[in-house]
């Protein structure tokens, strides 16, 4: 059954702690996905690959967010410094096609 | 980012009757439309799609509605479950892009 992993699924870090959060696709899909989920502004789109190359990351607070794909089976969302308004739950999506699929999501918690 | 939140509607059905959730959109062109359940705790799970090129879509016990007039979307649920109870997004492509821009999402309460 294949799906969308991430990793780490829970985080809770000091304010100014470098965060790494790590997705592994769905192997063949060439369309990668970082959304953010929180309960005032619902889904939203950080940013998104395509053949791992970066397509748009205008949903993303530059000066501290950061996203990489060092490879097809690979993809990170990096946070440095943290800071507690950027606690949320932090979602990968992969597609090949039409359709995207969403890994269960890291939480995180900066306190 | 891109989005659409803030407050989230509510539906409350009884369990067995026929559920409509509406999404108004808001790219008269975009081209794809995705409806999504969220479970707690669990990422959004694909649930049937359909192109704009489409006015009606059925998938088991679902169906999707486009009215591309008036920028709207609807999934039917029929004979409600109590395992239907979920958040419910729709998302739409925008034409030339690979992403997907969602909706506030709508909570279904199923009642026994």
């Known amino acids: 059954d294949a799906r969308v992993t991430q990793t780490p699924r829970h985080k809770v870090t000091e304010m100014g702690q470098e965060v790494t959060m790590r997705c592994q696709p769905i192997l063949g899909h060439n369309t990668v996905f970082w959304y953010r989920q929180t309960m005032m502004q619902g889904l939203e789109l950080l940013a998104y690959f395509r053949n791992r190359a970066p397509l748009d990351d205008s949903g993303m607070p530059k000066d501290r967010f950061s996203a990489e794909m060092p490879d097809a089976t690979l993809a990170t969302l990096k946070i440095q410094p943290s800071e507690p308004r950027d606690s949320a739950v932090y979602f990968c999506a992969s597609g090949f096609g039409n359709t995207i699929y969403f890994g269960e999501g890291s939480w995180l918690t900066v306190v | 980012g891109e989005s659409v939140g803030l407050h989230l509607p509510t539906l409350s059905v009884q369990e067995g009757d026929n559920s409509i959730i509406n999404c108004a959109y808001s790219?008269?062109?975009?081209?794809?439309f995705i409806w999504y359940k969220q479970e707690s705790g669990k990422g959004p799970q694909f649930i049937i799609d359909i192109r704009s090129n489409m006015d009606k879509r059925q998938g088991q016990r679902v169906t999707v509605l486009l009215n591309k007039t008036v920028k709207h979307l609807s999934l039917q649920i029929a004979a409600t479950q109590p395992g239907d109870s979920a958040v419910y997004f729709c998302a739409e492509r925008p034409p030339g892009t690979y992403k997907y821009i969602f909706g506030t999402g709508t909570r279904l309460k199923v009642l026994a």
């Open positions: 790219n008269s062109a975009s081209d794809y």
